[in-house]
């Protein structure tokens, strides 16, 4: 069983919309939590980083949540954009160098 | 300013052949990453150097895969006699990290391997 579970798989929005991305782990124990974005044919690329202590941040249109009791995270995307259409990964790390992948929600944004 | 560059983009290969894929960290950066990423899944480690030195390499599938840093810039993944499950795409990325948890990873935009 994956360690890093996100949800859902996959998700369809109209452009100018708002959407809730979900990441669950089990990990422990836990150094920080990133979100990365991954463009198709790209490699991934941070977004948020969120540390054992904080529970929101942002970066322009995204916000990253983090609740370390119930292991859970969020990253919300406001006001949608054509651009917003990539995979969004869920990263958590356990140690320096040790890092846990989920396996992405595959977002689509749509005219 | 450069980041990390991974070569060649795109690579065919007949089952039985070797491939090399290369990575170009960004400069200075001490770790480096290896990923095998299926379609729509997300990466699963492979194998990390600090420096030239390979710390880990449990995530390697088979003896059939060698990765060196022999100078603590460039890597090699080298996969010997290509099977069809190895068709993926395989990304490096690159961190300052070496005991800063919160230095983020910097990817290349992968080798994209079809093994036919």
């Known amino acids: 069983k994956n360690q890093v579970e996100q949800s859902p798989q996959s998700l369809i929005i109209l452009e100018g919309k708002n959407c809730t991305l979900q990441c669950n782990y089990t990990v422990s124990p836990f150094s920080n939590l990133r979100w990365y974005k991954q463009d198709t044919g790209r490699g991934p690329v941070s977004l948020t980083i969120m ?10 249109r995204y916000t990253a ?17 054509l651009s917003d259409s990539a995979s969004y990964i869920c990263v958590v790390s356990v140690g320096n160098n040790d890092m846990r992948f989920g396996a992405g929600t595959r977002l689509t944004v749509k005219p | ?27 200075g950066h ?13 990466p699963e480690f492979l194998t990390y150097f600090q420096n030239e030195a390979q710390l880990d390499k449990s ?49 290349g935009n992968g080798t994209r391997l079809t093994v036919t």
Do not use: M
């Not at chain 1, 949540?65 to 954009?81: F, G, V």
């Not at chain 2, 450069?2 to 070797?18: E, M, T, W």
């Not at chain 2, 599938?61 to 060698?66: C, L, W």
């Open chain 1, 51 to 60: 540390t054992f202590s904080e529970n929101t941040k942002s970066n322009g």
């Open chain 1, 65 to 81: 949540t983090l609740d370390a009791d119930t292991k859970q995270s969020s990253l919300h995307i406001t006001a949608s954009q």
């Open chain 2, 1 to 27: 300013g450069a980041g990390v560059s991974q070569s060649p983009r795109y690579k065919v290969a007949k089952r039985g052949q070797d491939v090399a894929l290369r990575c170009d960290p960004i400069s």
């Open chain 2, 30 to 42: 001490v770790s480096l990453f290896w990923y095998q990423q299926a379609l729509g899944q997300g």
């Open chain 2, 59 to 107: 995530g390697l599938p088979s003896d059939r895969f060698f990765a060196e840093r022999p100078e603590g810039s460039v890597s090699t993944l080298k996969i010997q006699r290509t099977q069809q499950e190895d068709s993926a795409v395989y990304l490096c990325a690159s961190s300052l990290a070496g005991g800063r948890p919160n230095s983020p990873l910097h990817f």
